[in-house]
């Protein structure tokens, strides 16, 4: 049993190493939309503006900040 517990351990540190990651993928901006859904909507919505090929949707966010988003191809 006591050689058990060490190569659990390692099992869980290589684990860690391949599929936890601490890097934030987005900014506190965005986590800062995500957080408020009238905000999330705008966000999206206009996304989904890009998408259909407007080259650039401006928003404007409940904390009152205006936002240009553009779609770089």
Same mark, same amino acid.
């Given at each position: 049993?006591?050689?058990?517990?060490?190569?659990?351990?390692?099992?869980?540190?290589?684990?860690?190493?391949?599929?936890?990651?601490?890097?934030?993928?987005?900014?506190?901006?965005? @986590?800062?939309?995500?957080?408020?859904? =009238?905000? /999330?909507? !705008?966000?999206?919505?206009?996304? *989904? @503006?890009?998408?259909?090929?407007?080259? =650039?949707? /401006?928003? !404007?966010?409940?904390?009152?900040? *205006?936002?240009?988003?553009?779609?770089?191809?």
């Amino acid at each position: 049993m006591s050689v058990i517990k060490p190569i659990l351990k390692e099992v869980v540190k290589v684990f860690h190493s391949y599929f936890v990651t601490t890097t934030d993928v987005m900014s506190p901006d965005v @986590k800062e939309i995500m957080a408020n859904p =009238e905000d /999330k909507k !705008k966000y999206f919505d206009a996304i *989904e @503006k890009l998408k259909s090929g407007e080259e =650039e949707v /401006k928003i !404007k966010l409940s904390t009152k900040k *205006e936002m240009t988003l553009t779609l770089n191809h």
